[in-house]
């Protein structure tokens, strides 16, 4: 046999196991889900991120013909919920929850328990709106007239802090500014809030969903928030950067991920189906009203989005003096 028959011989086959692999991937894409398919969460029932999870899971049962469970994990800083995704291995179990619950852990721990690369980003959903709550008995309307009061009572204020990416945001800011204030960490929201509501802590930096109802009673006042533009359902409460404060930027960002071998065919499906749930104008309301702003996004606008997160922590960390976990 000549070389180049040897060749040709030698190309056919790469041919065919290309060929093969690209049809194994095409059937995946086409295949995917074979049967249940599971969101875990990091946060517990009633979260915003719980609630817009479960709505899109109705939906998406429907459009691929399987189940979708919602399986919520919290603690242990989003730990518990992230170390059970990745130790599946599993094609069929997604991550589902606010991109702050990983993009702050490398300046929050001295060590991960898991690879960041483990997590891939599948769909951009929502930005939860997060909120600058303070007490309604503060004599206070609006950040500048926050900051004014920090000054004026340095070391006497308090402001909750629950861990994750907000805290560090805010923390550099004052940092930044030489503002004096006592932190008080919190495990439990719910508490976090009851103490902001009777006056105890005069600055909480939480998510809408969490918040609404006291502001609803009167109880707590939303002087501003965090996210790029106004909530739909807060059309009077400026964002941050329109108070002038552009520092105390954040977008809650949530979206569903996968594992590093999740074929990309499925994932632009994956995320294509979610796009086509939550602009639904039934499904669209009933975010909105939970205190989520709905930007649908590709794995790669997904992706994009998460690393200008990542360089904001960075950004962040720096100020602080904060090294990342190796």
């Not at 029932?45 to 609630?51: C, K, N, Q, T, W």
């Not at 206070?140 to 629950?162: F, Y």
């Not at 909105?288 to 989005?305: K, M, R």
Request: overall charge neutral; charged content about 15%; proline content about 6%.
């Amino acid at each position: 046999m000549t070389n180049t028959n040897v060749m040709l011989r030698a190309a056919a086959t790469v041919l065919i196991g290309m060929a093969s692999a690209l049809h194994t991937v095409q059937s995946l894409a086409q295949a995917w889900p074979q049967r249940t398919v599971k969101f875990i969460l990091p946060l517990g029932p009633g979260s915003g991120a719980d609630i817009s999870a479960r709505l899109i899971a109705d939906r998406l049962a429907s459009r691929w013909g399987q189940s979708v469970v919602i399986e919520n994990r919290p603690g242990g800083d989003g730990f518990v919920a992230i170390n059970a995704f990745v130790g599946s291995r599993d094609d069929h179990t997604l991550l589902y929850g606010p991109a702050g619950a990983f993009t702050a852990h490398p300046y929050l721990h001295a060590k991960l328990p898991y690879n960041q690369r483990d997590i891939t980003p599948i769909a951009r959903v929502s930005s939860t709106v997060v909120s600058v709550a303070v007490p309604a008995s503060l004599p206070v309307n609006s950040v500048a007239e926050l900051v004014a009061l920090m000054r004026t009572q340095p070391g006497k204020l308090n402001w909750a802090s629950i861990t994750g990416a907000s805290d560090l945001i805010f923390e550099a800011f004052a940092k930044s500014n030489s503002l004096e204030l006592q932190r008080v960490p919190y495990r439990d929201p719910v508490q976090a809030l009851n103490d902001v509501a009777e006056g105890r802590v005069q600055l909480y930096m939480a998510a809408l969903a969490i918040v609404r109802a006291h502001a609803q009673a009167g109880r707590i006042k939303i002087i501003a928030v965090t996210n790029r533009v106004r909530a739909p359902i807060l059309p009077d409460v400026p964002t941050v950067s329109e108070a002038g404060f552009a520092a105390l930027l954040f977008d809650g960002l949530v979206g569903l991920y996968g594992l590093p071998d999740f074929p990309g065919s499925v994932r632009e499906r994956i995320a294509a189906d979610i796009k086509v749930v939550i602009e639904d104008p039934t499904i669209a309301t009933r975010l909105t009203g939970t205190g989520q702003l709905i930007i649908p996004g590709t794995p790669a606008e997904f992706a994009a989005s998460i690393d200008e997160q990542r360089a904001q922590m960075a950004a962040v960390a720096q100020v602080l003096g904060i090294k990342a976990a190796q």
